[in-house]
C-alpha cells in the first residue's frame, strides 16, 4: 500500500469509525448469527493474489460487522463495561504506526519511561501509597507500576512473585487463598504457575459474599500444621457476579502477620477510587503487596490496559528475569533502567501507555471522575426503579455501576426473563448465580452492568422499561 493509498484508506477508516461509534445505538446489540455461519462464509485460503482495499473493507461491512456484539452500543450492560473513547483510540493508532516493540529499556525508551510515568499519575490519582509509585528516585523504589493486557495475567504474575518471595526452604506445597467469589483467574494463575488448582483454597464468605477473615486465619493456621506453605492471598474489591467487597484491611494485617503476598483484584471497581468518595473501598492497600485494576473496563481506555502495581518489584522480577546473551546491553546493566520484560510473561510488549497518556490528559482526572460519577448516578436511578416494583427485588448490596436485581420467586422465572429480555436484542445482560446466604444453594440473578463509554439516562430508562414489561410475560 502506498503511502497515498495509506492515507485515504486511513481517513476513510477514521470516517467508518466514527459513524460506527455515532449510530452504533441503533443497532440490535447482539447478533442473530449463529454458530459457524461467519466461518462458513468466509473463504477456506488466503487469497494468492493481492486484494483491492476497496473489496477488503467491503466485506468488513458485509460479513463482520453483521457478527459483532456490540460492546460500545449504551445498551450494552453484561459482563464489565469495555470502555473505548476517541483519545484512546488514536493512542491505539498511533502505536501500531510507530510499530514499536519495548520489552528493554533500549527497545525504546519513550515506551518505558511514558509508562513509568503514567502509572505513578493513575497511582497517584488513586491515592495509592507511594511504595507504590517509582516516585522521583525511580532507581533506588522499591515498587512501580506496569500496563499488562489483563488482570489474569496481573494476578499470575503477583503469584508467581508471592512464591518466589516465600523462602524456597522446603518441599511443603504452596497454598493460595481466595473465595467462591474471586474471579476464576486466581484459580487459572495457581493451574498455569504449576501450583494446582487443588492447592487455592476457597474461604468462606459472609452475608454479603466477601470474605471471612476469620475462616482466613483459621484456614492459614490449619494448612501449615498440615504442613502446607501459605503463600498469596486474593482480596477482591467488586467481584464479578456481584460487586461484593472483600475486608481488605483485615486481609492484608493477615497477610503481613503471615508472611503471605496480598494481592488486591479491583479489576472492575478500582477505576472508581480516583473519586474520593469511593476511594474507601480500597482502604487498607498500603498494606498490600499488588493492586490491579482496568482502565480498559471503565476508565475510558481501549483493551487492553490492565493497570498493576508492586512495592516489591524485587520479589516480581526475580520470579521472572531471565537474561540470554541475546537481551544483554549496558543500559540493562548499568543498573539504571526499568525493563518491563522482567514484569510480565510474554517477552514482546506493546506501547501501551499512549492510549492512557491521551486519555488521562484529554479528559484529565476532573473528566474522568464524572464518567465515573455519571453511572454511578445512573446506577442508583436503577436501582431505584427496581426498588419502586415489588414484582423485583435486589439480592445483593449495589456496587458502584453495578446492580443484580431478580423477580421474586422461582430461578427458573427469573432464567427465562433474561432469555426474554436478551432475544429482544434491544439490551443484552449476563445473570449469574449466587448463594444469597452463607452456605446457601446458589440462586440465579441479573446483573446489570452500567458502564459503557456512551450509556446515558434515557438508555438506562428504556432499559427499565423493556425489563418492567417483559416480567410478566409467560
Ligand atoms: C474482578 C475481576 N477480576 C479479574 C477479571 C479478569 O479480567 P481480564 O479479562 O482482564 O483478565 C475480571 C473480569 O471481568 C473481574 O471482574
Keep these: 500500500m502506498s503511502t497515498a493509498e495509506f492515507r485515504r484508506a486511513g481517513h476513510e477508516l477514521i470516517d467508518f469509525i466514527a459513524e460506527y461509534l455515532n449510530e452504533v445505538e441503533h443497532q440490535p446489540v447482539t447478533t442473530s448469527i449463529q454458530p459457524g455461519d461467519l466461518f462458513s462464509a468466509l473463504p477456506r485460503r488466503a487469497p494468492e493474489r493481492g486484494e483491492p482495499w476497496r473489496n477488503i473493507i467491503d466485506d468488513t461491512r458485509r460479513h463482520i460487522l453483521p457478527a459483532i456484539t456490540h460492546w460500545q452500543s449504551p445498551n450494552f450492560h453484561a459482563y464489565f463495561p469495555c470502555n473505548n473513547s476517541a483519545p484512546a483510540i488514536l493512542g491505539e493508532l498511533l502505536s501500531a504506526g510507530l510499530g514499536i516493540n519495548g520489552f528493554l529499556w533500549q527497545c525504546s525508551p519513550a515506551i518505558t519511561e511514558l509508562e513509568m510515568c503514567v502509572m505513578d499519575w493513575l497511582g497517584r490519582a488513586l491515592n495509592l501509597p507511594e511504595r507504590f509509585l517509582f516516585t522521583e528516585n525511580y532507581a533506588s523504589s522499591q515498587g512501580g507500576g506496569v500496563i499488562h493486557g489483563t488482570a489474569s495475567e496481573a494476578v499470575l504474575t503477583a503469584l508467581v512473585a508471592a512464591r518466589e518471595r516465600a523462602a524456597r526452604d522446603s518441599d511443603a506445597p504452596p497454598v493460595a487463598y481466595a473465595t467462591s467469589q474471586s ?86 471497581a478500582g477505576a472508581a477510587c480516583i473519586c474520593p468518595e469511593h476511594r474507601t473501598l480500597i482502604d487498607g492497600v498500603e498494606l498490600a503487596d499488588s493492586f490491579n485494576f482496568n482502565p480498559h473496563k471503565w476508565l475510558l481506555t481501549n483493551f487492553d490496559c490492565s493497570a498493576f502495581w508492586t512495592s516489591d518489584r524485587k520479589a516480581l522480577i526475580n520470579a521472572l528475569n531471565i537474561t540470554p546473551e541475546y537481551l544483554r546491553n549496558q543500559h540493562s546493566e548499568s543498573g539504571r533502567t526499568i525493563d518491563y520484560r522482567d514484569w510480565q510473561i510474554p517477552l514482546g510488549r506493546r506501547f501501551r501507555a499512549l492510549k492512557l497518556w491521551y486519555v488521562l490528559r484529554h479528559y484529565g482526572l476532573e473528566g474522568l471522575r464524572a464518567h465515573i460519577r455519571e453511572h454511578v448516578r445512573l446506577a442508583e436511578l436503577f436501582e431505584s426503579l427496581v426498588r419502586s416494583d415489588d414484582r423485583f427485588e435486589l439480592p445483593t448490596p449495589r456496587c458502584l455501576s453495578l446492580v443484580c436485581f431478580r423477580l421474586k420467586g422461582t430461578d427458573d422465572k427469573n432464567r427465562a426473563l433474561v432469555e426474554r429480555l436478551n432475544a429482544t436484542r434491544q439490551i443484552f445482560l449476563t445473570p449469574t448465580t449466587v448463594p444469597l446466604a452463607p452456605n446457601g444453594t446458589p440462586r440465579f440473578i441479573i446483573r446489570m452492568a452500567i458502564g459503557a463509554t456512551r450509556t446515558q439516562e434515557h438508555h438506562v430508562r428504556a432499559a427499565w422499561d423493556l425489563i418492567r414489561q417483559s416480567a410478566d410475560q409467560p
Excluded at 487443588?198 to 498440615?226: F, K, T, Y
Design 183 to 268: 474471579h476464576s483467574s486466581v484459580i487459572k494463575a495457581a493451574m498455569v504457575a504449576g501450583i494446582g488448582r487443588h492447592n487455592v483454597r476457597l474461604i468462606e464468605i459472609d452475608s454479603r459474599l466477601a470474605m471471612r477473615p476469620d475462616a482466613l486465619a483459621a484456614q492459614i493456621a490449619g494448612d501449615r500444621a498440615a504442613g502446607c506453605k501459605p503463600i498469596f492471598v486474593c482480596a477482591t474489591v467488586g467481584t464479578t457476579a456481584t460487586g461484593a467487597v472483600d475486608p481488605l484491611r483485615t486481609i492484608a494485617e493477615i497477610a503481613a502477620e503471615q508472611n503471605l503476598w496480598c494481592h488486591v483484584d479491583a479489576a472492575y
